[in-house]
């Protein structure tokens, strides 16, 4: 059915139990009707008490989750395809994270030290320096993504204006996510008609993306593409002089879409000679999800700033901005506070996060997996052909494009209804809004747990095609 891209969908699932096939194998378990009735008057009192934003993923209650398995307290058991939003890479509840946290506590680090200095956040940000490109000498931490980028997008500014009164317009991608706080939204493309901003901030520019939401093909010519976005922007008035920063979803993380390298390297060109920041955000695409430490080294570029997260600790609230000490040196002591940034038990969580990463090779296993993943997700495509219209993506942070078989549009409600029959089916999805299946488990997941989970991401959809 065709659809405005803006609409939101009616997210409601019905909270009645569902038939729902049994099903018993090594990774999954379904055996009751889902959602299950022991569940329903739960999932109604969330419904009373969280406001409808809230309430729009797949009406399972998770009670308990390990490494990459999700159980409810009636019995079912799923292979997890989401890691909590691209956030769980080394695992649910890894065993060293679990011993971090807990020793940080009984050696009486439960308490947050706001700006003061903690030992166990300089041993964090030192290693996290260790791990960022070379020029990156200090770390600006924050509690959660939109924070990061929220910080970034003020330094930008700051850095801009220090060369000119007139330096402070930022450019993203049309359909990038970059958060939910006022700048990072106006940021993000997702959101195009925003009646309820009062003055919206006039010197933020989506520029179309390159690939496939822009409809162009593998032959395009990414530097000219680049430069006609430019040109039309000059013919606004706004021209290189005036720009300080382009964030850059390092991956757009609704489908797992990567940028062309040639584009990304003309963007770095054109930066260097306008003096202009390229500030990646890696808050979904950090810490050996797409198969490298950071995805933008997918591109073979600089990163001048870099906004991080999830990832970062797989667990607890954490986000930071890297950069180099001139450009986070820009604020003033005391210009911003933020109370529970760097909460030491965070801390520990990432030390024994990067550990695991470290330890258990995950980046290289990202890149194992992913291949896996993509070859189980190409044969799917084959055998969907009219559904599948493109599978997207790294390492473990793959995507697949959703199209209406009759009408051959790219479709949220085919996602929407393929995402609930996975969930039937014992893999857990969330749901995107948009016309994708975001497939992104775990970076410890079992290989046989790939491969079973994409074919039941393929029962699932004939179900519903049935
Ligand atoms: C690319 C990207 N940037 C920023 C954010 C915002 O992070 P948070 O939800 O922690 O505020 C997200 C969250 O999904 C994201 O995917």
């Given at each position: 059915?065709?659809?405005?891209?803006?609409?939101?969908?009616?997210?409601?699932?019905?909270?009645?139990?569902?038939?729902?096939?049994?099903?018993?194998?090594?990774?999954?378990?379904?055996?009751?009707?889902?959602?299950?009735?022991?569940?329903?008057?739960?999932?109604?009192?969330?419904?009373?008490?969280?406001?409808?934003?809230?309430?729009?993923?797949?009406?399972?209650?998770?009670?308990?989750?390990?490494?990459?398995?999700?159980?409810?307290?009636?019995?079912?058991?799923?292979?997890?395809?989401t890691s909590t939003a691209v956030m769980t890479?080394?695992?649910?509840?890894?065993?060293?994270?679990?011993?971090?946290?807990?020793?940080?506590?009984?050696?009486?680090?439960?308490?947050?030290?706001?700006?003061?200095?903690?030992?166990?956040?300089?041993?964090?940000?030192?290693?996290?320096?260790?791990?960022?490109?070379?020029?990156?000498?200090?770390?600006?931490?924050?509690?959660?993504?939109?924070?990061?980028?929220?910080?970034?997008?003020?330094?930008?500014?700051?850095?801009?204006?220090?060369?000119?009164?007139?330096?402070?317009?930022?450019?993203?991608?049309?359909?990038?996510?970059?958060?939910?706080?006022?700048?990072?939204?106006?940021?993000?493309?997702?959101?195009?008609?925003?009646?309820?901003?009062?003055?919206?901030?006039?010197?933020?520019?989506?520029?179309?993306?390159?690939?496939?939401?822009?409809?162009?093909?593998?032959?395009?010519?990414?530097?000219?593409?680049?430069?006609?976005?430019?040109?039309?922007?000059?013919?606004?008035?706004?021209?290189?002089?005036?720009?300080?920063?382009?964030?850059?979803?390092?991956?757009?993380?609704?489908?797992?879409?990567?940028?062309?390298?040639?584009?990304?390297?003309?963007?770095?060109?054109?930066?260097?000679?306008?003096?202009?920041?390229?500030?990646?955000?890696?808050?979904?695409?950090?810490?050996?999800?797409?198969?490298?430490?950071?995805?933008?080294?997918?591109?073979?570029?600089?990163?001048?700033?870099?906004?991080?997260?999830?990832?970062?600790?797989?667990?607890?609230?954490?986000?930071?901005?890297?950069?180099?000490?001139?450009?986070?040196?820009?604020?003033?002591?005391?210009?911003?506070t933020t109370t529970h940034a760097a909460h030491p038990v965070s801390c520990?969580?990432?030390?024994?996060?990067?550990?695991?990463?470290?330890?258990?090779?995950?980046?290289?296993?990202?890149?194992?997996?992913?291949?896996?993943?993509?070859?189980?997700?190409?044969?799917?495509?084959?055998?969907?052909?009219?559904?599948?219209?493109?599978?997207?993506?790294?390492?473990?942070?793959?995507?697949?494009?959703?199209?209406?078989?009759?009408?051959?549009?790219?479709?949220?409600?085919?996602?929407?209804?393929?995402?609930?029959?996975?969930?039937?089916?014992?893999?857990?999805?969330?749901?995107?809004?948009?016309?994708?299946?975001?497939?992104?488990?775990?970076?410890?997941?079992?290989?046989?747990?790939?491969?079973?989970?994409?074919?039941?991401?393929?029962?699932?959809?004939?179900?519903?095609?049935?």
């Amino acid at each position: 059915m065709a659809h405005n891209e803006n609409q939101i969908l009616s997210n409601t699932f019905v909270l009645a139990p569902e038939e729902t096939p049994n099903i018993e194998t090594r990774y999954r378990r379904i055996c009751t009707p889902l959602p299950a009735f022991e569940t329903i008057s739960d999932l109604q009192r969330a419904a009373s008490l969280f406001p409808d934003v809230n309430c729009y993923q797949p009406p399972i209650i998770w009670d308990s989750s390990e490494g990459f398995t999700i159980r409810d307290r009636v019995g079912n058991q799923w292979i997890d395809f989401t890691s909590t939003a691209v956030m769980t890479n080394t695992g649910h509840g890894h065993p060293a994270i679990r011993e971090a946290v807990k020793k940080h506590i009984d050696g009486g680090g439960l308490m947050g030290q706001f700006s003061f200095a903690s030992d166990i956040r300089i041993e964090l940000a030192e290693r996290l320096v260790d791990i960022a490109p070379d020029h990156c000498d200090k770390v600006y931490f924050w509690t959660v993504g939109s924070e990061a980028i929220e910080c970034a997008l003020r330094l930008a500014r700051e850095a801009g204006l220090c060369q000119s009164v007139e330096k402070y317009h930022v450019l993203t991608h049309q359909a990038d996510y970059h958060g939910w706080t006022l700048g990072a939204h106006q940021m993000s493309g997702t959101s195009a008609s925003k009646p309820w901003l009062a003055t919206p901030d006039s010197a933020i520019h989506h520029i179309p993306f390159p690939g496939g939401a822009a409809g162009e093909s593998g032959n395009t010519d990414w530097s000219k593409f680049f430069h006609k976005s430019m040109s039309q922007l000059a013919r606004k008035g706004i021209t290189a002089e005036k720009i300080c920063a382009v964030f850059i979803e390092t991956m757009q993380g609704w489908g797992a879409v990567p940028l062309p390298v040639d584009y990304v390297k003309t963007l770095r060109t054109w930066a260097d000679a306008n003096d202009v920041l390229l500030v990646f955000d890696e808050v979904q695409t950090g810490f050996a999800r797409t198969g490298k430490m950071f995805a933008h080294e997918h591109y073979g570029v600089k990163a001048d700033l870099l906004c991080i997260g999830k990832g970062l600790t797989s667990t607890l609230p954490l986000a930071a901005v890297l950069g180099p000490a001139d450009i986070l040196d820009l604020l003033p002591p005391a210009e911003i506070t933020t109370t529970h940034a760097a909460h030491p038990v965070s801390c520990a969580a990432a030390l024994a996060n990067l550990d695991v990463i470290e330890k258990e090779h995950l980046i290289a296993e990202s890149v194992r997996k992913g291949n896996i993943t993509e070859e189980a997700l190409q044969n799917l495509k084959d055998k969907f052909p009219d559904v599948v219209r493109d599978v997207a993506g790294f390492g473990l942070l793959r995507g697949i494009h959703i199209c209406d078989p009759q009408s051959g549009e790219l479709s949220r409600e085919l996602a929407r209804d393929w995402t609930w029959a996975a969930v039937k089916h014992g893999v857990m999805l969330f749901q995107v809004n948009r016309p994708s299946i975001k497939v992104c488990p775990p970076l410890v997941i079992d290989d046989e747990a790939i491969v079973e989970g994409v074919e039941a991401l393929g029962d699932a959809l004939a179900s519903i095609l049935k």
